[in-house]
Nanobody
């Protein structure tokens, strides 16, 4: 069973950067497309980005295109989300989870309703 744990959140000023990490366990980590999702207070959870099994295909929400970069290291069972030029509206709890996808495609939609604890990102001056 795939298990994922998020880390790397924190408080950052507008325009700053953070790198989130998603640590996977289970011998089949490399067989899953992975997505990053976020939920702001009072809002529904939304898909932010995803990466295919091979890592050669990524997808981003319009609100983060050009600012966020997703990557993965299957040997280390890790997925990362580099977030640059952060804005106050990026403030949310960020989660990683299995996303819709295959070897060379993905969509930032979750495939289950099972979520970890997430990591809080706060963008404020």
């Amino acid at each position: 069973q795939l298990q994922l744990v998020e880390s790397g959140g924190g408080l950052v000023q507008p325009g700053g950067s953070l790198r989130l990490s998603c640590a996977g366990s289970g011998f089949t980590f490399e067989l899953y497309a992975i997505g990053w999702f976020r939920q702001a207070p009072g809002k529904e959870r939304e898909g932010v980005s995803c990466i295919s099994i091979s890592g050669n295909s990524t997808n981003y929400a319009d609100s983060v295109k050009g600012r966020f970069t997703i990557s993965r290291d299957n040997a280390k069972k890790m997925v990362y989300l580099q977030m640059n030029s952060l804005k106050p509206e990026d403030t949310a709890v960020y989660y990683c989870a299995e996303g819709e996808g295959g070897y060379s495609w993905c969509m930032p939609r979750a495939t289950s309703d099972s979520w970890g604890q997430g990591t809080q990102v706060t963008v404020s001056s």
